[in-house]
């Protein structure tokens, strides 16, 4: 069983910033492609941002946060970041780091094997 656990999430206000971190499975860290995912409200969840294995040199972003946010990761911490600027109320969910072991980069959330327990982050106007 793969564990993530994430941190960093709470409040910010339109335009501001905030810094998720999720922390990955150890040695085996670099051998998943890695991201995240959020969830609103009374809405699905939906993929965010993901990055490769190995390295990381590959990383796609929905169109809703292009441009705004960043994912990287630290393999020799075995740790996930998401960077995300230029917030916006519709940013408010709960976030959620994924890890693959099948996929180079996933995605899609159902591309996604494991999931941690998700922080909130919420964004006021």
């Known amino acids: 069983q793969v564990q993530l656990v994430e941190s960093g999430g709470g409040s910010a206000q339109a335009g501001g910033s905030l810094r998720l971190s999720c922390a990955g499975p150890g040695r085996t860290f670099s051998s998943y492609s890695m991201g995240w995912a959020r969830q609103a409200p009374g809405k699905e969840r939906e993929f965010v941002a993901g990055?490769?294995?190995?390295?990381?040199?590959?990383?796609h972003y929905s169109d809703s946060v292009k441009g705004r946010f960043t994912i990287s990761r630290d393999n020799a911490k075995s740790t996930l970041y998401l960077q995300m600027n230029n917030l916006k109320p519709e940013d408010t969910a709960v976030y959620y780091c994924?890890?693959?072991?099948?996929?180079?980069?996933?995605?899609?959330?159902?591309?996604?094997?494991?999931w941690g327990q998700g922080t909130q982050v919420t964004v006021s106007s």
């Open positions: 994924a890890a693959s072991s099948f996929k180079e980069i996933a995605t899609m959330t159902y591309e996604y094997e494991y």
């Open positions: 990055i490769s294995w190995s390295g990381g040199s590959k990383t």
